[in-house]
């Protein structure tokens, strides 16, 4: 298991912007693809992006594609979701979690490899 901690959440105005981290504890982050997913309220978890263990390859949602990136520095253990243009369709909590790839797939494992989540709220 790895420990994970989300933060940089907030209140932003639509076209605003926001980064959240993510920053995991113990030696074996560099292992991991990482991801971002978030739930807005009364909807199901969606997959947001993610990114192979070394970042030389990510993926996106189609909904935030050319507005979100995704990044790590495994040197400080952190993977970073940085939001630009925010809608007010992004509102929600936001996850990391800790996966992997096969092929060109991003999975996320089960319990124990997610952070407690951080909230988005964009006004109108």
């Known amino acids: 298991q790895v420990q994970l901690v989300e933060s940089g959440g907030g209140l932003v105005q639509a076209g605003g912007s926001l980064r959240l981290s993510c920053a995991a504890s113990g030696r074996t982050f560099s292992r991991y693809a990482m991801g971002w997913f978030r739930q807005a309220p009364g909807k199901e978890r969606e997959f947001v992006a993610a990114?192979?263990?070394?970042?030389?390859?990510?993926n996106y949602a189609d909904s935030v594609k050319g507005r979100f990136t995704i990044s790590r520095d495994n040197a400080k253990n952190t993977v970073y979701l940085q939001m630009n243009d925010l809608k007010p369709e992004d509102t929600a909590v936001y996850y990391c979690?800790?996966?992997?790839?096969?092929?060109?797939?991003?999975?996320?494992?089960?319990?124990?490899?997610w952070g407690q989540g951080t909230r988005v709220t964009v006004s109108s």
């Open positions: 990114i192979n263990w070394s970042g030389s390859s990510t």
């Open positions: 979690a800790a996966g992997y790839y096969i092929g060109s797939g991003y999975y996320p494992r089960g319990d124990g490899y």
